[in-house]
């Protein structure tokens, strides 16, 4: 069964850069039927989607984030990782990975259907 | 960017009821329209993708509707643990978004 799960550090400070990975377990991230995604939940906040990549390496970014954001994947260790620069307390919050299933026509999803626990980021110096 | 806008923002409603939950895109997404539940703590859970199709091992009386701009979630009658947050999501632009959300609280 499709299993993933978020590690990195749970404090960084303003205007470093924040560095987390997603390991994926009971499949393969070289999977054709799916996309990988970040997404984060500020404190009492809705959700907001960060990016997400294939395995062969095409990104799609949130503008918002955009010049910011870095999403990488490593098909040999089965896993993805974030990188988010110049952070500030804004972007403290539970930042989730997760599968996002490809639908049958391909420019499109089928949603985010296996999701990791969470992992919660301060930023604060 | 496709803007998602949910309504109502919160709802009070009792164990036996029957709710809906809608959820508008700024423009035509088809039926790429998904939906989450999230309790505090957890990780949302998909609950209905394609705007109809139930997630396997998501509850029967969970049920999506709508095309194009337009569309619901029904709760049909409501049980203790459906009492959560739940958000819409588009997945017709590689571009997700999220609607603001919809809290599901006990009358």
């Known amino acids: 069964q499709l299993q993933v799960q978020e590690s990195g550090p749970g404090l960084v400070e303003p205007s470093e850069t924040l560095s987390l990975t997603c390991s994926v377990s009971g499949g393969s991230i070289s999977s054709m039927n799916y996309y990988w995604g970040w997404i984060r939940q500020p404190p009492g906040k809705g959700l907001e989607w960060i990016g997400s990549i294939y395995y062969g390496g095409t990104t799609y970014y949130n503008p918002s984030l955009e010049s910011r954001v870095t999403i990488s994947v490593d098909t040999s260790k089965n896993h993805f990782s974030l990188k988010m620069s110049s952070v500030t307390a804004a972007d403290t919050a539970v930042y989730y990975c997760a599968s996002v299933r490809l639908a049958t026509v391909r420019a499109h999803f089928f949603g985010m259907d296996v999701w990791g626990q969470g992992t919660a980021v301060t930023v604060s110096s | 960017d496709i803007h998602m806008t949910q309504s109502p923002s919160s709802l009070s409603a009792s164990v036996g009821d029957r709710v809906t939950i809608t959820c508008r895109a700024s423009?035509?997404?088809?039926?790429?329209l998904n939906w989450y539940q999230q309790k505090p703590g957890k990780a949302p859970r998909l609950l209905i993708y394609?705007?109809?199709s139930l997630q396997s091992g998501v509850p029967s009386r969970f049920s999506g509707g709508g095309s194009g701009t337009d569309f619901t979630l029904t709760i049909s009658s409501l049980q203790p643990e459906d009492f959560a947050s739940y958000y819409c999501?588009?997945?017709?632009?590689?571009?997700?978004?999220f609607g603001q959300g919809t809290r599901l609280e006990i009358k």
């Open positions: 999501q588009q997945s017709y632009s590689p571009s997700l978004t």
């Open positions: 423009q035509t997404i088809n039926n790429y």
């Open positions: 394609a705007a109809y």
